[in-house]
């Protein structure tokens, strides 16, 4: 009974949190001047939903789609890399210093050159989510990698195992809880990626939307913007989750109470 209770509690949670928060966002918006142009009503922002439903689902499919392109490209470039800068110490000496320089560089700098290479538009959107996703990817890929028993390996070599064998049969099963780590990391980044490239270089998608409705300054549609991009993230945060948890059914870090 105990436990059926705290499963109840642990699904309701989530909702009890979004209904706070709407509360307090209403009862906020009640005591500020000009709400509807500083902080409108939940009540605003619905409607403004329901009035731009179409632009807002042409646009927010736009941005799906770009999010998810980097993503995927993140997860093939990212996987390849971290495995070899995991496996190989002179890769991980050679590339790791100019990936964490990259990573450094704040990727709105990154958009002049974008759109003198590609025009505005899905390139720009997709590449901006690819570069904020890899880093994640590779770093905890390695780190997977990395945290092999080194009794484990020893038992593997006594049996006659080579460096390739040990990866594939210890190094990469260790590494799938890290690797889904990132990906749940990786996969908000990649729509904080395409809605900022939206903002800047494209005619269509969330960003593009919520930068046109900012210039007529209609503030609800703005907040409906996040509110659609929050939701997609959210949708794509617990679809990782829901695959980490058949991959790795078998470790105990894929499988956190609190997921």
Same mark, same amino acid.
């Given at each position: 009974?105990?436990?059926? &209770?705290?499963? =109840?509690?642990?699904?309701?949670?989530? &909702?009890?949190?979004?209904a706070?928060?709407?509360?307090?966002?209403?009862?906020?918006?009640?005591?500020?001047?000009?709400?509807?142009?500083?902080?409108?009503?939940?009540?605003?922002?619905?409607?403004?939903?329901?009035?731009?439903? $179409?632009?807002?689902?042409?646009?927010?499919?736009?941005?799906?789609?770009?999010?998810?392109?980097?993503?995927?490209?993140?997860?093939?470039? /990212?996987?390849?890399?971290?495995?070899?800068?995991?496996?190989?110490v002179?890769?991980?000496? !050679?590339?790791?210093?100019?990936?964490?320089?990259?990573?450094?560089?704040?990727?709105?700098?990154?958009?002049?050159?974008?759109?003198? &290479? +590609? #025009?505005? /538009?899905?390139?720009?959107?997709?590449?901006?989510?690819? =570069?904020?996703?890899?880093?994640?990817?590779?770093?905890?890929?390695?780190?997977g990698?990395?945290?092999?028993?080194?009794?484990?390996? $020893?038992?593997?070599?006594?049996? #006659?195992?080579?460096? +390739?064998?040990?990866i594939?049969?210890? /190094? %990469?099963?260790?590494?799938?809880?890290?690797?889904f780590?990132?990906?749940?990391?990786?996969?908000?980044?990649?729509?904080? !990626?395409?809605?900022?490239?939206?903002?800047?270089?494209?005619?269509? #998608?969330?960003?593009?939307?919520?930068?046109?409705?900012?210039?007529? +300054? $209609?503030?609800?549609?703005?907040?409906? #913007?996040?509110?659609? %991009?929050?939701?997609?993230?959210?949708?794509?945060?617990a %679809?990782? %989750?829901?695959?980490?948890?058949?991959?790795?059914? &078998?470790?105990?870090? /894929?499988?956190?109470?609190?997921?």
């Amino acid at each position: 009974m105990n436990k059926t &209770w705290d499963r =109840s509690i642990n699904r309701a949670m989530p &909702w009890l949190a979004i209904a706070l928060l709407l509360l307090v966002w209403q009862a906020a918006s009640s005591l500020v001047k000009n709400s509807s142009l500083t902080l409108p009503a939940p009540t605003l922002v619905a409607g403004a939903m329901i009035k731009h439903h $179409d632009a807002i689902l042409s646009n927010a499919l736009q941005t799906l789609f770009t999010s998810l392109l980097g993503f995927a490209i993140a997860v093939v470039v /990212g996987v390849f890399i971290g495995l070899a800068i995991g496996i190989s110490v002179r890769l991980y000496k !050679g590339l790791y210093p100019l990936l964490v320089a990259f990573n450094a560089v704040p990727k709105v700098a990154l958009m002049p050159l974008l759109v003198l &290479w +590609f #025009g505005i /538009g899905s390139v720009p959107a997709t590449i901006l989510a690819f =570069s904020l996703a890899v880093f994640p990817i590779i770093v905890n890929v390695a780190t997977g990698l990395a945290s092999i028993d080194p009794e484990m390996e $020893d038992v593997m070599r006594s049996l #006659g195992a080579n460096r +390739f064998e040990i990866i594939t049969k210890v /190094g %990469i099963p260790a590494m799938m809880p890290f690797l889904f780590a990132s990906f749940k990391i990786a996969i908000t980044l990649a729509f904080v !990626g395409s809605v900022l490239s939206e903002t800047v270089a494209a005619n269509n #998608g969330i960003g593009f939307l919520m930068q046109e409705a900012s210039a007529r +300054f $209609d503030v609800s549609l703005v907040f409906a #913007g996040l509110v659609v %991009i929050a939701a997609m993230a959210v949708m794509a945060y617990a %679809i990782c %989750i829901v695959i980490e948890r058949r991959v790795t059914r &078998w470790s105990r870090h /894929g499988t956190q109470r609190h997921h």
